[in-house]
């Protein structure tokens, strides 16, 4: 059970890679559950945003992918026990070197993004 659900998460990163890459809102909405909440901070500005607010931000921003970024994005650690979870992410993109903590949880058999905090280090 540990490693199909370690396996599970990983894909459920995989899926908000591609959607942050690609700027494909409908992949992220399937990856994040709907009361999501991000926190971060980008270049000492505070930043906190419910998903649809962040859904609209990635939506009217250029996609990494359309600029012609190479993809760098990477799973650091992933921790599973029982029905949640918590990643560390890597996110180069956009002239910023994000490093991302998300928490997951399984609910009926799907893992969703229940929160994000993240910050840009230089």
């Given at each position: 059970m540990y490693?199909?659900?370690?396996?599970?998460?990983v894909e459920v990163i995989e899926?908000?890679?591609?959607?942050?890459?690609t700027g494909?809102?409908?992949k992220l909405k399937q990856v994040f559950d709907s009361r999501a909440w991000l926190y971060g901070?980008?270049?000492?500005?505070?930043?906190e945003k419910n998903l649809e607010e962040y859904l609209e931000?990635?939506?009217?921003?250029?996609?990494?992918?359309?600029l012609g970024e190479s993809f760098a994005m990477e799973i650091l650690a992933v921790e599973v026990l029982d029905?949640?979870?918590?990643?560390k992410v890597?996110?180069?993109m956009l002239g910023f070197n994000y490093y991302d903590f998300l928490s997951l949880a399984c609910f009926?058999?799907?893992?969703?993004?229940?929160?994000?905090?993240?910050?840009?280090?230089?």
């Open positions: 490693k199909e659900n370690i396996q599970s998460v899926n908000y890679f591609d959607g942050l890459f494909d809102i409908q901070n980008i270049k000492g500005t505070p930043y931000a990635v939506k009217s921003r250029k996609s990494p992918e359309s029905n949640v979870a918590t990643a890597r996110i180069p009926n058999n799907r893992w969703l993004i229940v929160n994000k905090l993240f910050v840009h280090v230089e």
